[in-house]
């Protein structure tokens, strides 16, 4: 059986193993501020092996597997990780992507400057700022990121009244 | 959902704090998930 997300309590574990990552997709969007619905926790880790290692042992703590259509039990490994690729999860906080990079090839150091730090329960996690998220989905072009454009550019007209 | 209606919702979740917006998230993600295990939310 799939565990619904949890998202908080996904976001703590990472911190609790001191992953240096970017928060990115769906969930970025809400915390900055954006009413969409979504039910995967996006992130971008640093991909050095220092933080690879952290990133294995959170999955490992979060009982990380492979979406695998054919039902193969699939752990992910930290050499794996150290790709460009994605690497769709689930795990016992929910579905959990692990993103080399986005847009048009952002890696974790391309995104750091336009990541904001915010506290969630007991972690602070770094979240990518809602004019850089745009960016990134106006960079990837999918159906799915289209879809969002016009309430995160709202969100982003509003949120510089404040 | 109309112009106006997107601006209330949005001006309303930049009201909360970071965390808070997560928790409304979840909010809709548990009602869901209840939906679709057939059991009111």
Redesign the interface.
Known sequence: MVAPPRFKDALEILAKHRVDLVVVGGVAAVLNGAPIATFDLDVVPARSQENLDRLAAALNDLEARYRDRSGRDLRPETAGLAGDGHHLLLTRCGPLDVLGQIGSGRCYEDLLPDAVAISVGSATVRVLGLSALIRTKEEAGREKDLAVLGILRRTLQESAKK | MSDDG??S??????S?T??A??A???G???S??ELGNGRPA
């Not at chain 2, 919702?9 to 930049?14: D, S, V, Y």
């Open positions: 997107d601006a919702l949005i001006r309303w979740m930049l909360l970071p965390e917006r997560l409304v998230l979840q809709f993600v548990d869901a998930v």
